[in-house]
């Protein structure tokens, strides 16, 4: 058994904790906590504390805290054994300030404590100093997920940034589409179809090759009458982005 101690109690947590208990080989020894708040959302049998000099023994110890807390947060941990990581797609390793082996256990979702979630489906992208490490933490990512990928941390930071445009972004833009829709007295359900469509077919065409719409097509005429209809952030947004489109698709 891989016994684990958590910290945190935000929604990458929650929903590790929930891919562990479901896991024959992970023992979940511990949740660490600085307040009480949530402690009804997490299985009651896990057992909590919010004082450092009651963390149990274990062998991999994860922080999924803020990233900006990831670094003065590890200063605390002044245990050697084990091995320390952190959940985070921008932070290095290296930000982690513990005398324990370091490391990154990375999934790559985004996370709402009231979503339910295929935890075999999610990427789980690792780094450690050490190979023995990255053993120890395969086996713990393979226990809860099929998509385990060796990642450093350079690579890892132009993921995030990646992710930031494909999740973040992308929800972004689904957002003014509903504030469209709803100035208007239109339901946004009418654009779930074809949002699910977009997504879909990335299973068997290259976004390049999926890519549709006034802007690829350079057509003016519309592109000029969407802008006159648009509120001032809603048309620069239109304009920056029709105009990246054109720069890609047009031919020399």
Do not use: W
């Not at 504030?179 to 299973?203: G, R, V, W």
């Not at 209809?229 to 054109?246: A, F, N, R, V």
């Amino acid at each position: 058994m891989i016994k684990v101690v958590l910290f945190g109690s935000g929604n990458v947590v929650y929903h590790l904790a929930k891919a562990f208990r479901l896991a024959n080989n992970i023992d979940l020894v511990q949740l660490y906590r600085r307040d009480p708040n949530n402690d009804h959302l997490f299985d009651l049998k896990i057992k909590k504390t919010s004082s450092l000099k009651e963390i149990k023994k274990a062998d991999v110890y994860i922080l999924g805290i803020n990233d900006d807390h990831i670094a003065e947060f590890s200063t605390k941990l002044q245990f050697s054994e084990g091995l320390v990581v952190h959940t985070s797609g921008s932070i290095s390793m290296n930000q982690l300030k513990c005398p324990a082996h370091k490391g990154v256990f990375y999934p790559l979702q985004t996370f709402s404590k009231n979503q339910k979630m295929e935890y075999k489906t999610i990427p789980f992208c690792l780094e450690t100093e050490f190979s023995k490490d990255m053993n120890l933490l395969k086996t713990l990512a393979e226990s809860i997920s099929k998509n385990v990928y060796e990642i450093n941390s350079q690579q890892r930071e132009k993921l995030h940034i990646a992710a930031v445009f494909a999740n973040n972004y992308s929800n972004h833009m689904f957002k003014i589409s509903k504030d469209i829709c709803d100035e208007h007295q239109i339901s946004f359900d009418l654009l779930k179809p074809l949002i699910l469509s977009t997504a879909n077919k990335l299973d068997f065409m290259d976004p390049a090759e999926a890519q549709t719409g006034p802007a690829k097509r350079n057509d003016q005429k519309i592109i000029l009458k969407h802008l006159e209809q648009l509120h001032s952030d809603q048309k620069e947004i239109y304009s920056i982005i029709s105009k990246s489109i054109i720069k890609t698709y047009q031919k020399d």
